[in-house]
């Protein structure tokens, strides 16, 4: 990883869950969250080559290609583009029906990887990108999706990107418990203001998911900076399930539930390290692809992988249950807000019952 990377490093223009959303995937419940031709007619996953040091690019590629809602979305809902051989929405797609269409041998995928990268460096977002060095996963995501935003066109999902969590680990201490105690801890506020009677006072803030998006990213903030350009990589083991349960953290919502799909991990130090993926095919098989490589591994290995490596973004989709009824998403797209209990109520009298020092 360069030196002028990694998560506190550079600036970042517009972070997923800030940008826009408008139609997003989790707003549009007809585009199915589960596999449809890729299982009908199952091609196996395939490598990407590395010539360089793009295995940042190929591991990332490789967990949103596992996605079978994102994969939906981009072959059924971004058709008819004008923008065609400007979007990097269509160049992605066009990757993407490669991908699970072809031969597994096939130089296709890699050409059609090379033509994404290639509008990926049109783009304003990446215009300043350093192809050439090692660069975080994590960014290039990151950046990816502002490309794709940058880009877009008339569609009907415009923004597929509104479920990043950043999560500060710590060493042996569960995902759950990083999230339950720091990401969505209470907060104590001095200087609350109640939106009715004015009143001010203590208050008890809790943050919680406003959204149930479709497909959640936690990123593992592994990568710290300890001094000027100094970065260090915290390689702490974060035990984590293939099941992740929010329902203690989603707004007015009983159970909230996703399943892992993909992880990318990230082996060797800041300054010098590797990417690769494992990922759930549509066969139900987990595979581990590594550039060109491609093999059968195990649910276990993407959750507790040895030899080195450190899942480093872990990717999940919402079990659907009652996603036609509560498959509400507020319109700011924000994942997560830090609101103070008592400033949404529709009842003024259980608010202050809600919130606990309010005098
Ligand atoms: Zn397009
Ligand atoms: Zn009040």
Known sequence: MPKDSGMNGVQIPVRPQEAPVQNSISESPEISARWQRQSAS??????FSNAHVMCYRNSMIQALLHIPKLVNWLEDYHDTCP???RCTICAFQRLSLLYWQTHPNSKDVNQSMAALTANLKTTATLRTWRWSRQQDANEFY???VNAMIERHSRSRVVSPFEYRL?????KDVRLEDILKTVTFAPAN???YECEKCKKK???TQHARLTTTPDILEIDFLRFQQTGR???KKNSSHVPFSSNLDLSAFAEGKSTLQYRLLSVVQHMGSFANGHY???????SGVWEELDDSSVRKSRISEAINPGGGWTPYSLFYARVEDDAHLNGHVNGDGQVLQRESEGSRHSNHTSSHKRVKSHM
Request: positive net charge; charged residues 25%.
């Open 142 to 144: 990151m950046f990816l």
């Open 42 to 47: 199952p091609s196996p996953p395939k490598g």
């Open 83 to 85: 923008k065609e051989n």
């Open 276 to 282: 690769r993926c494992i990922a759930k095919s549509p």
């Open 189 to 191: 506020v001095s200087d």
């Open 166 to 170: 950043g999560v500060p680990i710590r």
């Open 201 to 203: 006072g203590r208050a």
């Open 229 to 231: 350009g100094v970065y």
